[in-house]
């Protein structure tokens, strides 16, 4: 559904992505790890059109996407969720739900989506009037899940959903990932916590300055060597 071909991105002199290439398969949780300034957000915001690659292609459903203006990406059916939720904090919940519809035509469609948001995040309903900035961690990140839902994408990017979060909120994620997944949409998950993102994809891939140093299933990545000594500490 989503292909990245020999991708480079730079910020003025500075290049941060080397020629990348990765894969999601239609239905599929792909996670891409690293460490920090290895690239994985960069990769996110080229794909949404947030960055402008200075070389490659990007491909969605058949359709080569690279240099779309953002707003354009989610109408293709692209959507992220960023990293730190970026929530809009002087927005009710609802408000904020509201803006994940801002690319939608449907506002009937728009207002049964809301509802079910609120079926599926509890939390969200009792909150609905109170202000994004005054929600705990755990509940932002449900917001920012349900915001990015409330535009029915197709590809759901996910950066760093689990940051922040307490251990037992943790679960929580994965169940929302899962949920997401089984609900036919497909997702790439950029994980610092590369135990549970390996752990719950079919696929994964270890970034590092820029370019992909290893590829393969989640499975064979968890009990990789190298993965294991760099990523997960063992």
Known sequence: MLRIENLHVGYGPIEVLKGVSLEVPQGAIVALIGANGAGKTT???AICGLVLPTSGKITFDGEDTTGLP???VIRKGIVQVPEGRKVFRNLTVYECLLMGSLSRRDRAEVARDIERMYK???RLQE???QLAGTLS?????????????????KVLLLDEPSMGLAPRLVQDVVDQILR??????TVLLVEQNA???LAISDSGYVLETGRVVLSGSGKSLLVNDQVRDVYLGV
């Open 43 to 45: 990769t996110l915001n």
């Open 70 to 72: 953002p707003h354009q």
């Open 120 to 122: 599926i995040f509890p």
């Open 127 to 129: 909150r609905r009037a």
């Open 137 to 153: 961690g755990g509940e932002q990140q449900m917001l920012a899940f349900a915001r990015a839902l409330v535009a029915r994408p």
């Open 180 to 185: 997401v997944r089984d609900e036919g949409v």
């Open 195 to 197: 135990e549970m993102a």
